[in-house]
């Protein structure tokens, strides 16, 4: 009866772990915002597309799941539209510790609302949905991202900024 109890009181535990993690980072960021209001009032506001739009198809099928392609040269100002194909759901998740520190603010906003978490997009369910990323207000450097359902099976990429 004992073991029952414990299984019981540690399943409420995990399940309320789980419901409540959704909600934690919407109730943090409104505390954390006036601490960082000098950069929140730089780096807040999605930076507007003002160069090429470059298109990156998420692909999942026999080859695999990737991006096509996987390594993307850009500019700063420039967008890239990221088209959901096959073989979802995909999203599109930089890695945070692998992206220059002074654009890691910037690239968060330039998601806009179509985020699941910090520099992550939503999930694209179906054939044709897309999520496109305004790359404004970043440095020049090496960006990774990947999908985060599908980063077991290697499905990563590279984003370039050149100056």
Known sequence: MRFKGMTLVASAVVLGACGGGEKAPEAAAPAAAPAAAPVAATAGTAAPIT?????????????????????????AGDGIKFVMESGGPHNVAFVASAIPAESKAQLDANFGTDKMGELSSGLKMNPGESFTLSLGGLVAGKYEFNCTPHLAMN???VLTITP
Not at 53 to 59: R, S
Request: no cysteine.
């Open 155 to 157: 499905m990563k990429g």
């Open 51 to 75: 160069g090429t739009m470059h298109e990156v198809k998420m692909i999942g099928d026999a080859k695999g799941y990737r991006y096509e392609p996987a390594e993307i040269t850009a500019k």
